[in-house]
T-cell receptor, first 111, second 118 residues
Framework: AQSVTQLGSHVSVSEGALVLLRCNYS??????LFWYVQYPNQGLQLLLK??????LVKGINGFEAEFKKSETSFHLTKPSAHMSDAAEYFC?????????FGTGTRLTIIP | GAVVSQHPSRVICKSGTSVKIECRSL??????MFWYRQFPKQSLMLMAT?????????EQGVEKDKFLINHASLTLSTLTVTSAHPEDSSFYIC??????????????FGEGSRLTVL
């Protein structure tokens, strides 16, 4: 069985500062990993995904994440936060066609 | 990119009535769709897996007679909340997998449907 842990249910950063959202997973085999973003009263939008190949994955809106097998991590980063980045972010792991989500991290951007 | 549409986006109903939510894949075929429920400020909870042409597979603790799922075509799955009660009020989200794409596990999500039962 796989599981996902997102450290920090709330993260606040100043506009222009580095964004770091943490995600650790557990899986018996190498998983596929995803980051999704959810804006209020909306569904989920894929930010980026790791399946195979390059461990540093670039996504939309300037976000990127690095798959580190030795640390079982897939942290999400963005060099410079923008006000429009304020949202809920979910890390997810896929195994056997099922997505398992983390509990989410609410990102607040301070003007 | 692949688009999944849910309808209605918001619905308010009286206790005891039934509500149907539709999930459509607009530009791809989806042999498998998933229904999630999301409580305020919480993560998504998988309710059931909807398979085209066969019965849905429900997660443990989800009442199949309460939440009826039909996946009659490759582009449409419906969730019917029967005899709704206030505790059924929630945000329901569907997702779909592109049957023609390689199986990376990526899902495309609908916009969600907020159900309020009075």
């Amino acid at each position: 069985a796989q599981s996902v842990t997102q450290l920090g249910s709330h993260v606040s950063v100043s506009e222009g500062a580095l964004v770091l959202l943490r995600c650790n997973y557990s899986s018996s085999v190498p998983p596929y990993l995803f980051w999704y973003v959810q804006y209020p009263n909306q569904g989920l939008q894929l930010l980026l995904k790791y399946t195979t190949g390059a461990t540093l994955v670039k996504g939309i809106n300037g976000f990127e994440a690095e798959f580190k097998k030795s640390e079982t991590s897939f942290h999400l980063t963005k060099p410079s936060a923008h006000m429009s980045d304020a949202a809920e972010y979910f890390c997810a792991v896929s195994l056997n066609e099922k997505l398992t989500f983390g509990t989410g991290t609410r990102l607040t951007i301070i003007p | 990119g692949a688009v999944v549409s849910q309808h209605p986006s918001r619905v308010i109903c009286k206790s005891g009535t039934s509500v149907k939510i539709e999930c459509r894949s607009l530009d791809f075929q989806a042999t498998t769709m998933f229904w999630y429920r999301q409580f305020p400020k919480q993560s998504l909870m998988l309710m059931a897996t909807s398979n085209e042409g066969s019965k849905a597979t429900y997660e443990q603790g989800v009442e199949k007679d309460k939440f009826l799922i039909n996946h009659a075509s490759l582009t449409l799955s419906t969730l019917t909340v029967t005899s709704a009660h206030p505790e059924d009020s929630s945000f329901y989200i569907c997702s779909a997998r592109d049957a023609a794409a390689s199986n990376t596990g990526e899902l495309f999500f609908g916009e969600g449907s907020r159900l309020t039962v009075l």
